[in-house]
């Protein structure tokens, strides 16, 4: 009768559990308590699943930086193209992409500006116009075109540009 209404297999599992003989002892020692894996599981799952976000956060950061130096570097090229340091720069064998790759933004802007700036623009010009040597005694950017020409002849390592000029 107990077999026929399902209640046999509860009383058989209940007699198991409070009289257990030597077999079954031996049994629950070898094989884990799944129960107790359940929150290490859970942790584990949770663990990996911010790390795996913040490494996507931080991939997404990277990208967006190399983006913003990139454009930043394009502006800057643009801006250093319509001075007479691009010019100067280019006559002394300079590559103003490696240039301004190789120059740190703001001492860049800084040399930008000096060049706008310059008291000797007739100078400059005329000596730009008429192929002569460009008079770089009277330039702001002296320090700079010297040592950019220095990194181009020689080929340093690209931290020689971001030194800035001793005043």
């Given at each position: 009768?107990?077999?026929?209404?399902?209640?046999?297999?509860?009383?058989?599992?209940?007699?198991?559990?409070?009289?257990?003989?030597a077999q079954h002892s031996e049994?629950?020692?070898?094989?884990?308590?799944?129960?107790?894996?359940?929150?290490?599981?859970?942790?584990?799952?949770?663990?990996?699943?911010?790390?795996?976000?913040?490494?996507?956060?931080?991939?997404?950061?990277?990208?967006?930086?190399?983006?913003?130096?990139?454009?930043?570097?394009?502006?800057?090229?643009?801006?250093?193209?319509?001075?007479?340091?691009?010019?100067?720069?280019?006559?002394?064998?300079?590559?103003?992409?490696?240039?301004?790759?190789?120059?740190?933004?703001?001492?860049?802007?800084?040399?930008?500006?000096?060049?706008?700036?310059?008291?000797?623009?007739?100078?400059?010009?005329?000596?730009?116009?008429?192929a002569e040597p460009v008079p770089?005694?009277?330039?702001?950017?002296?320090?700079?075109?010297?040592?950019?020409?220095?990194?181009?002849?020689?080929?340093?390592?690209?931290?020689?540009?971001?030194?800035?000029?001793?005043?």
């Amino acid at each position: 009768m107990l077999l026929q209404t399902g209640i046999a297999f509860p009383l058989i599992w209940i007699n198991a559990q409070c009289a257990p003989n030597a077999q079954h002892s031996e049994h629950a020692q070898r094989e884990p308590d799944m129960q107790a894996l359940i929150p290490f599981a859970l942790v584990s799952g949770v663990m990996l699943t911010v790390g795996v976000s913040f490494l996507s956060l931080l991939a997404l950061f990277y990208r967006d930086s190399l983006t913003h130096l990139h454009r930043q570097q394009r502006a800057l090229l643009k801006r250093l193209r319509r001075t007479r340091l691009a010019e100067v720069l280019l006559r002394q064998g300079v590559a103003l992409e490696a240039y301004v790759r190789g120059t740190q933004a703001s001492l860049l802007k800084q040399q930008i500006r000096r060049c706008q700036h310059c008291p000797h623009v007739a100078e400059c010009s005329r000596s730009l116009r008429h192929a002569e040597p460009v008079p770089l005694a009277a330039c702001p950017n002296r320090e700079a075109i010297e040592r950019a020409t220095t990194r181009s002849s020689t080929q340093c390592s690209p931290a020689f540009f971001i030194q800035p000029a001793q005043q």
